[in-house]
């Protein structure tokens, strides 16, 4: 849209570092971080946010790469989507690089960033439940140089908040080399939000399976019990195969666990059943979780 | 472009075919009907250099705001603008009582306030307006007007409209046709019945509303926007202002998209209300939310059928109850509902037909045109009746179309004999014959386009591919008795020529078809066709292809009015009749070739002009048996649809769509691939994604999220088949249009296609995945 009237003068600031652009929210508490600004700006397009000044995080090239630290990555929070589906980030942690291909058309993915998927924290965001299944922590920069950790799984359960001025600086990440996947549902072949999301990632050194289940929730939900079950079946130091009946059961031990049956009524009686659509929502998590197994078994 | 050119192209793009046959001998004419001619707009638009309503700017404009209502259904006690007019910045604050002359409109039946006084009848329904000197402003002071509503149980059921209390002062039925046919006693021995629910589908024009009202000294208002029907909005902005309408002008800018009706005179009246008002040009661009909230939808649509066959699987008896949800407001149902039940059938012989079709009023968004209505909702039960009665007579599908198809001559259940070609029997064999797409199992894995998408989470075990076919067919030009004039002019002078016609150019093609006829009939190569104002004689909507006939014809005959005048002198000089005089390449000769001179010197710097209409043949109303010819003309397609369904998570990628039409006559080849390619990926939208859902009367997600049209990678590839050109001798060149029919028939052919595939009913549009998925082993 164009609109040719003059507009309310905003501050931009475009600091080069992470601890600048700390100090630059400091300084200016109604500031609101951009990086990718997918969100952010279609917010502003409709009318629904007028920030007064804007904290631009592009120029930031720290955070738009990724270094290693102990076994893990530590990610810039300022990589795109783009950048982490390309095939080196794929070697690396697979499942997020899958989740980043799939995270909308190319215009989205060559702007939008990791750390604005998760500041936006939107039930569809494909990259966290591929976080929540690493059980990624966050490195957080504060003023004057701080540095906090809080799990991504706090973050975004509303257990941990970001205090003002704080920044998602950098994602860290365990390098586990070992199959992962991440699998969504959509309503198109075209890119879509995902109606269901599932990622599977193997901890060899600890014999884990662990899963994520996105965009059914507010948050992505962690199946632990049908986690540590299906770890328990697989032979970690042979062929790590597993029957097909076991992988069904996995899929619906998740989904189940996902999305419970209803509660029975407290006048005692049968539990009314889930309408069609959340019985599909189930059906889905189930194939999702099947399929995401057996291809990291594979 | 040169024969090899055109070989190479055709060689890289596999997406499109063109079945064009241009033999490598045979150089293409250069000139006039028949040639692939490029839109004369067509690098402006890829530039994005092209005008459209909201770059519009004027010197001291206001930003416009509607507000809209919250409630589908609500009385308004009271309505407070005092704090919005006291807000800095605002210039007017406008509602139903500062409306100067007539409080309600509608382009077809005036039933719609222009702005809610008393009674709230959808939710979006235009409350008040609002001019300031910032869009900011002008959207933060309309939601600072306080209203006061009760709010009402809404009506959102289409079935319990008859018995609920009238939303309206014309009652809740709008149209009621019992068309009856034959004799009602007539069985089969064979009975499918089935219950099918079309959805509610969007224009989604990618361009939102917008426009610009500009006062003029003399009190009047130029209304600069995309309406496709300026003339009906300039006489209804008329009677809204209180004004004569020689003194409103409605300027048709660039059309970003419209197979609906454009624009929402939701927002257009309120803008001139505003510039007439404050004295200042007012400006608005819609948000795609207010978008989806103002404009009209396809009718939502329940049909209850019963189909009676012979053994063989001859139609005996089709009966049917057709119910179209109108939403609040009368707006295009009865037509909608005229061609519902005409075409409830669809393109076959049946003896005796009872079918009963009702246009309701709800509290649910409004209904009005979308290309194909009423037709496309029919199509997707008849076909999914031809699909159940193939099943249980155990006979193709194809095979059980073939031995029903209609052909000219036939008689429609209305009783109109039809005229025109319907060669529907060599469309279904064209698609039927036509060689499968391959199965992808010899390509290696990570090429395969499994449903889900390229990153999705298709699997190759769980995908089952499913072939359907569907027969649709639709009318041409406004129905039952509308007088579908066109008036168009034509000027020559200095070698170029120029055509002035009301005719808007919506993307179908219009302006470059009116070069080509202008070129066809005079041999001039430069033709330019003026921009679209209300100063020009009316030229009628933009719908049912009435450019393509009526316009385009009036075109033609102005342009042989021309010609008369530029030859007739030299004929006389020559001593010969001017049909035996040829216009070419800028020479006009004589048939034997013996005799020539330039145009330049035979215009001798003469300027000529000339003014004609195109009015087709009368038509009359369907009486209360159903019956009449209504129709002007008919045209008819036969799509194969091949679909590829992952039965466990029920999602559907087309995989082939291969079309036959029948066309009359192709006039610009390259233009009518891409009407059809887009009327079949319109029609793969309302199949499967587009579905503009309401709750309660809410509309839930409007936004281009929620509302999902189909991207590059849920089209697919779009095989024309066949186009039969046998033409249509009452239309001007035998040229049909060939928009709309791709529409109607490309929903059912998917949904026979996922039938095919799952074994599963597919008795609702567009198909939820919940419908899609079946038992591995079944």
Known sequence: ?298 | MSNDAATAANATSTRITTPVTEGPDTEPPALGLGVSLPPADVRAKTEGTFPYAADLWAEGLLWAAVLRSPHPHARILSIDTSAAAEMAGVRAVITHEDIPGEGAYGRRVVDRPVFASDLVRHHGEPIAAVAADHPDTARLAAAAIAVEYEVLEPVTDPEKAFAAEPLHPDGNLIRHIPLRYGDPDATGEVVVEGLYRIGRQDPAPIGAEAGLAVPRPDGGVEIYTASTDPHTDRDLAAACFGLEPERVKVVVTGVPGATGDREDPGFQLPLGLLALRTGCPVKLTATREESFLGHSHRHPTLLRYRHHADADGRLVKVEAQILLDAGAYADSSSESLAAAVAFACGPYVVPHAFIEGWAVRTNNPPSGHVRGEGAMQVCAAYEGQMDKLAAKLGIDPAELRLRNALSTGDILPTGQTVTCPAPVSELLTSVRDFPLPALPKDAPEDDWLLPGGPEGAGEPGAVRRGVGYALGMVHMLGAEGADEVSTATVRVHDGIATVICAAVETGQGFSTLARQVVQETLGIEEVHVASVDTDQPPAGPATHGRHTWVSAGAVERAARMVRTQLLQPLAHKFGMSTELLQIADGKITSYDGVLSTTVTEAMDGKELWATAQCRPHPTEPLDESGQGDAFVGLAFCAIRAVVDVDIELGSVRVVEMAIAQDVGRVLNPSQLATRIEAGVTQGIGAALTENLRSARGLIRHPDLTGYALPTALDAPEIRIVKLIEERDVVAPFGAKPASAVPVVTSPAAVAAAVRAATGRPINRLPIRPQAAVASPNS
């Open chain 1, 1 to 298: 849209m164009t609109t040719h009237a003059p507009q309310a003068t905003q501050s931009v600031t475009l600091p080069a570092s992470l601890d600048e652009a700390v100090a630059a929210l400091g300084a200016m508490p109604a500031a609101v971080p951009v990086a990718g600004g997918t969100d952010l700006m279609s917010a502003v397009n409709k009318g629904l946010l007028r920030p007064s000044g804007l904290v631009g995080l592009g120029r930031i090239s720290e955070l738009r790469g990724w270094h290693y630290q102990d076994g893990h990555a530590l990610l810039g929070a300022g990589l795109t989507h783009a950048r982490m589906g390309r095939p080196d980030f794929a070697a690396l942690i697979p499942a997020l690089a899958a989740s980043a291909r799939a995270a909308g058309p190319p215009q989205i993915r060559n702007a939008g960033t990791l750390g604005g998927n998760i500041a936006t924290a939107a039930p569809t965001g494909d990259a966290l439940p591929v976080l929540a299944a690493l059980e990624a922590e966050l490195v957080v920069a504060g003023p004057g140089g701080a540095r906090r950790e809080i799990p991504v799984s706090h973050l975004l359960a509303g257990r941990a908040m970001l205090e003002p001025a704080e920044l998602i600086g950098f994602v860290r990440v365990p390098l586990l080399h070992a199959p992962q996947v991440f699998l969504k549902a959509t309503g198109r072949t075209g890119p879509g939000r995902a109606t269901a999301s599932v990622a599977i990632v193997l901890d060899p050194a600890r014999r884990g399976v662990r899963c994520a289940v996105g965009a059914i929730a507010p948050m992505p939900l962690r199946p632990l019990e049908a986690e540590r079950w299906i770890a328990s079946l697989i032979d970690w130091d042979g062929e790590r195969g597993l029957a097909p009946d076991a992988l069904t059961a996995f899929g619906e031990y998740v989904a189940a666990a996902c999305i419970p049956d209803q509660e029975p009524p407290a006048d005692g009686g049968e539990a009314p059943p889930l309408p069609p659509a959340v019985l599909h929502l189930r059906r889905t998590v189930a194939a999702l979780a099947r399929r995401a197994l057996g291809r990291a078994l594979s």
